[in-house]
């Protein structure tokens, strides 16, 4: 939908000014990603916030004088709730909408550049997925085994290779000199990494293989994860954030249930063998809990979005590669801290989240936040090994 003309008036004065800056507010993310509109559209907003503005200041000036001091205003502000309660929407609404119009604005310029690398060579990811569609007849079950299963696995087992090599023979420094907890996994024991090799190996193709057919039906009920037509860019980073909060809260809460006495004995125990992880074990679990831990939470988020299998198979793999960074045990340069999950396997009582919100707001961090971990909590965007920088206290190295 294009934006009319009188949009780009409704920093004129007139009686109409409220409806023109509502108008640009619900056309303003439908417009196209091309630069010269997300110009127009950031000055288009940029002006509708100064309108909006003025005609706050304007109305809170015309109020203040039917007062004859601001103490009589101040008394009869307080007196009346019901006021108080409207005028803090109308503020929540001052900040929020300019705020909403300005972001709108800038995010049409940022991710343009994003959005370029999408559609790069014209319709080049549409033409690839096209051709892939059609390679495999358009078979919907074999692609969405392919995009939940077979794709995640290969970047899973490709990173972990690597790791692998790092943990088995001490080499290449460039990796095993990053080691968490110094003097764990230095090498790691071969018969208990074979052990885990062969679980995670029956979780990632049987178990998976299993829940992926039995969500099928849902999700072919739910809409059309196969379809011809990619989803945009702008719309999958949007699927991201979402799947990224669905996961944290059902992480959350499944992880502690099976922290629970009565399921840690017989289910949660498995996974805590390990208290210096590595890469792989983050799915050496009890089928019973890579269904509810590992695998539930991050595909609820694809079915409650209807989320094409391209979407889907982007999140999963990138969700295998978080976790492996989490258990990995190597604190690497330029990727994300690994800090706050691998000191859960040191203390167990810990850090139960992927992000660390719900950690907070139900104090499951605090001893984490008074640790040397918590301190080394961030991107390493040096050279220098953390544990170097930031040492344990003597006498936690004795």
Known sequence: M????????????GNHQKQHCHLVLILLPRQQPDMQKSGKAFLTAFICSISVLLATLKRHRTTLSKYPSWNCYSNCYSNCSAWKLWDSLK????????????????RNSITWHLQKFWGASGFFWQTQW?????????????????GTTIIPSIVFWGFNGILMVADVTGKPTF??????????????????LHSAIRTVLFNSYIINVAVAMLFWPIVKWRGEPCSLQLPTFHWLLVELSIFTVVEEILFYYSHRLVHHPLLYKHIHKKHHEW????GVVSLYAHPVEHVLSNLLPVLMGPVLLKSHITSTSVWLCLAL?????????????????PEFHDFHHVKFNQCYGV???????????????????????????????????????PKKSE
């Open 91 to 106: 503020t929540t609404a001052f900040i929020l909408g300019p705020a909403l119009l300005v972001f709108l604005a800038f």
């Open 321 to 337: 590669l978080v976790t492996t960074i989490s258990h990995c045990g190597y604190h690497l340069p330029f990727l994300p801290s």
């Open 2 to 13: 294009q934006m009319m003309k009188e949009d780009t008036k409704c920093s004129a004065p």
């Open 355 to 393: 992000l660390g919100i719900l950690d907070r707001l139900h104090g499951t961090d605090t001893v984490f936040r008074q640790s040397k971990a918590y301190e080394r909590h961030f991107v390493l965007l040096g050279l220098t090994p953390l544990t170097e920088s930031i040492p344990d206290s």
């Open 275 to 278: 208290t210096a992880p590595v």
């Open 130 to 146: 096209e051709n892939l569609h059609y390679m495999l007849g358009g078979n919907d079950l074999v692609i969405y085994i392919l």
């Open 175 to 192: 990796i095993t000199r990053y080691r968490i907890q110094l003097g764990k996994n230095d090498p790691v024991d071969r018969d208990k």
